[in-house]
């Protein structure tokens, strides 16, 4: 991965855990989306995560500052007739603060992200995109799937 002159690229550690979820949040702000689960809440699971392995994260800097971010969920899943491997990765959390953009940060992320799903030759690799990343992703190849949901109600 190439960055551009004046960025450096470092994986995130459980240290970064409030770092990551303040991107997140950001992240949320800057589609328009309320963000209803508090960073007090994120924190602690993206810590025990990236402690345990299951959560990759990388971070970018500069000038002293972290400008953009991404993150990789490992995720136990049944094996599938697309992928026998009980893996699936989970690209989220990609943020590149809004001063910061244009310079070709989050595909260079999502690139990582992909790179170290095919290295640990896991096939089926998921995400939510918003509008702004869409056109990334689907350059990168990815394609939309028949996801359904529903949101249930406490009893």
């Given amino acids: 991965m190439t960055l551009p002159p004046g960025f450096t690229l470092r994986s ?5 855990a409030a770092l990551i979820a ?4 950001a992240m ?3 589609m ?6 508090a ?15 299951t959560y990759l994260g990388w971070l970018v800097d ?17 094996p599938h007739v697309i992928d026998a491997q009980p893996v699936r990765s ?10 910061q953009r244009g310079h070709g940060l989050a595909r260079q992320l999502t690139e990582l992200a992909m790179a170290e799903t095919r290295r640990r030759g896991i096939k089926i690799m998921t995400l939510h995109a918003s509008e702004f990343g869409r056109p990334i992703y689907e350059k990168l190849g990815f394609t939309p799937t028949n996801e359904m949901r529903l949101i249930l109600e406490p009893a």
């Fill in 62 to 78: 500069a000038q002293g500052e972290t400008v953009a971010g991404a993150g990789l969920l490992l995720m136990d899943w049944p």
């Fill in 22 to 25: 303040m991107q997140r949040e």
């Fill in 32 to 37: 328009g989306t309320a963000y209803t689960e």
């Fill in 12 to 16: 995130a550690t459980a240290a970064d």
């Fill in 39 to 53: 960073a007090t809440n994120f924190t602690p699971w993206v810590r025990r995560h990236l402690e345990a392995g």
């Fill in 28 to 30: 949320f702000t800057d």
């Fill in 90 to 99: 989970y690209l989220l959390n990609v943020y590149t603060r809004p001063s």
